[in-house]
């Protein structure tokens, strides 16, 4: 039987395994720290920064952190809530997020943390920046002005021998992702839905399937994002 | 001196827009014009998204017709996609398509009728302008009011149960539809608690006819000799004739009613239409090519369908079909404030329709979506509340669009609006010294007749800024009316 360890966020007593990364054994206690990077079973690269906590008063990614024995944690806290705002917004801001068409929306993670955190106008100026889109794959559009570099797709798609369908080309504000054209080209459509739900944007298509979903059945039409993970009962 | 007077914006329309009226110097009207002051450029910037994404983009064209524009998208999009032109979708894709449009016909025309033009029939065109409003409506008339709120509300909800959401929603996809009617759905609009049921919509379009045809009988001059001109007039029909106002074949008749345009596919609509541009209105001229640009305009819309289809396919509003061609002796009817009866008839049907679809058991089960051998090219046309709409998209091997024509029905009535301006001007202003307030809401009369939807976008209701300013011939300030 492996080794419990005990720590606390927001002053509530919760357990993990030794060993065991803060995001993954928050949502087990029942707390949720957003994010938009994170993905379980995968490589952690704590880019998206949403998933800020305070460890020992000191701010830190959650899903970089593996747990300790005693850590306390803050996450529901107003300046860490207000730190995560700001990311959002500004992923907003330097974007071009059309939410209304886009076809993501409604299953949109970056959307429905807009609506959790309660982000009603834009505090920071639109950079309205003009993004390239890559249709040329026969099974994905590649939809660059949605895109917010988490890089979940660069780190999880890959094919059978380990290669990577996806890669971050250029480096600071010039940094996109680009894709192979010869692997996404044996794409099947299997994989292309699962790089369209990998996406936690709409910045990954799979092609012609656009709006199948009707509005009231969409994940995040009915609950709010991280409200599953709030309603597990811990001891 | 010779005088100019514009009249901007425009009230009580969709959209924004101004009137210029020149004067000369023995008080005839030189020149008078509507001006569409707005500039949309949807055509231009959805090329390069994902065809499938235009249904939803474009329908943001507007907040009050959305789902014409996204049915017109989505039957272009049927086109390229391989499900047909038109007819080819599934029972239930079909069925769904046409009772999310019958909803919004039926809402577009209900607010149309009730809170932007009844102000001018309650109160008369030169009545208190602190009255002749929606809020003076509902304060004077308060049934009247709800009446026209609650059906407005029933057309809404229709839609929403089509496409997801009142305004705005992702019902209609390429090939079909995303969803089926609910039981639950389906139970509330055919028993719902008084008044939200489907058989009170139906007897309250009746009283509506009935209160218009009331008002006719008392005002014969006003609503038979207002803005009267001569003209073509073009619609989509069924096959065998009859109104349609989901799908059909082109046609056009002249003044006198003989067919000029002999039930075409609409898939060759630029064979047959052109769009003139002109330097003083960003809203484009179509005309049909056989007879130019001077002569080939037309009107469409309520009236313009009652005039081209031989029947309706549903009794009631067949029965009052039948009284207002009876009006006309069976010829063409010119009559602009005829638009509001016509329109009134189209309530009716569509109300009779919604009835029918909604005891269709293909509503609730079967295919939704059907798709086939995919073409880079797709024309989509639906009769909207305001008249022919026309959707044209290209794409690329990639999937994008790389090509958007629309022809928007109130761009269709660009030249008609501009002659009942022209007509009423005339009738109001001819030799007047003093220019009044009610002789320029006579001027929006007429242009409301045609319930604009001007930029198809914005709203504009209620008492609005008007704003009269009279100027000589070097353009100097000679006075200013403001209400």
Redesign the interface.
Same mark, same amino acid.
């Given at each position: 039987m492996s080794e419990k360890i005990k720590f606390t966020i927001d002053g509530k007593e919760c357990f993990a395994e030794k060993g065991a990364n803060l995001i993954e054994a928050a949502k087990e206690n029942g707390v949720y720290i957003p994010t938009l990077c994170h993905l379980e079973g995968v490589k952690p690269a704590g880019s998206c920064r949403i998933c800020n906590v305070k460890i020992n008063g000191r701010p830190m990614t959650a899903c970089t952190t593996t747990l300790i024995e005693g850590m306390n944690i803050e996450n529901n806290v107003e300046d860490i809530q207000e730190l995560r705002k700001i990311i959002i917004e500004t992923l907003f801001v330097s974007g071009n997020h059309y939410c209304p068409a886009c076809e993501k929306s409604g299953n949109c993670e970056l959307q429905a943390l807009g609506y959790r955190f309660k982000m009603l106008v834009p505090r920071f100026p639109f950079e309205f920046e003009e993004k390239e889109v890559d249709a040329e794959a026969p099974k994905i559009y590649i939809d660059r002005n949605r895109c917010i570099l988490c890089k979940r797709c660069v780190r999880s798609l890959k094919t059978e021998d380990g290669k990577s369908i996806f890669a971050v080309q250029g480096r600071g504000y010039k940094a996109m992702i680009n894709i192979d054209h010869e692997l996404a080209m044996n794409m099947t459509d299997e994989e292309a839905t699962h790089a369209m739900d990998t996406c936690p944007v709409g910045s990954i298509l799979k092609k012609e399937r656009g709006y199948y979903d009707p509005i009231g059945s969409r994940k995040y039409d009915k609950k709010p994002i991280g409200s599953e993970i709030e309603q597990i009962v811990t001891n | 001196m010779p005088k100019k007077i514009t009249i901007e914006p425009v009230t009580r329309v969709e959209g924004h827009g101004k009137v210029t009226i020149h004067i000369d110097d023995e008080g005839n009207i030189t020149q008078s014009r509507l001006h569409i002051v707005e500039f949309r450029g949807f055509e231009r910037f959805v090329q390069?998204r994902?065809y499938?994404?235009a249904?939803?983009?474009v329908q943001?064209l507007c907040g009050i017709c959305p789902v014409s524009h996204h049915l017109a998208a989505a039957k272009a999009l049927d086109v390229i996609?391989g499900a047909g032109t038109g007819d080819g979708l599934t029972p239930t894709g079909e069925k769904m398509r046409r009772l999310m449009h019958y909803g919004q016909m039926f809402q577009s025309h209900v607010l149309h009728f009730f809170h932007l033009a009844s102000p001018d029939l309650l109160f008369g065109v030169d009545g208190d302008p602190a009255l002749r409003n929606i809020i003076g409506v509902a304060k004077k008339f308060p049934d009247l009011a709800v009446q026209g709120v609650m059906m407005r509300k029933f057309g809404q909800e229709i839609i929403k149960a089509t496409?997801?959401?009142k305004i705005?929603?992702?019902?209609a996809?390429?090939g079909g539809i %995303?969803?089926h009617l609910t039981q639950e759905e389906k139970d509330s609009f055919l028993n719902g608690p008084d008044p939200m049921n489907i058989d009170k919509m139906i007897s309250w379009s009746q009283d509506a006819l009935a209160f218009l045809k009331g008002y006719h009988k008392d005002n014969k001059d006003f609503i038979d000799n207002f803005a009267v001109f001569p003209s073509s007039h073009l619609s989509l029909v069924r096959k065998d004739g009859a109104m349609d106002l989901y799908h059909g074949v082109l046609r056009a008749i002249d003044k006198d009613g003989k067919k000029i345009l002999h039930d075409v596919d609409y898939q060759d609509y630029l064979d047959y239409i052109g769009e003139e541009v002109k330097n003083w209105s960003y809203m484009k001229f179509p005309y049909l090519t056989e007879f130019g640009k001077e002569d080939g305009w037309y009107r469409v819309g309520p009236l313009a369908r009652m005039n081209t289809c031989d029947f309706i396919p549903s009794p009631l509003a067949q029965k009052e079909f039948e009284e207002f061609k009876a009006y006309t002796h069976g010829k063409p009817n010119h009559m602009s404030m005829h638009y509001h009866w016509a329109r009134l008839i189209e309530i009716l049907h569509c109300a009779e329709l919604m009835k029918d679809l909604l005891n269709d058991p293909d509503l609730m089960t079967g295919e939704l979506v059907t798709k086939g051998t995919k073409c880079s090219e797709g024309v989509g046309l639906i009769e909207a509340p305001r008249g022919t709409l026309f959707h044209h998209y290209a794409i690329n091997e %990639?999937?994008?669009l790389t090509m958007a024509n629309l022809i928007v029905s109130t761009t269709n009535n660009n030249i008609p609006m501009n002659m009942a301006v022209n007509y009423t001007a005339k009738q109001y202003m001819t030799g007047q010294k003093k220019i009044t307030e009610g002789m320029m809401n006579a001027v929006e009369v007429a242009i409301r007749a045609y319930d604009p939807c001007l930029s198809c976008a914005t709203h504009a209701m209620g008492q609005m800024p008007l704003e009269v300013v009279l100027v000589d011939s070097k353009n100097s300030i000679i006075d200013r009316m403001k209400r």
């Open positions: - | 390069g994902p499938w994404e249904p939803v983009l943001r996609v496409a997801g959401k705005h929603g992702t019902g996809i390429p %995303n969803k %990639n999937d994008q």
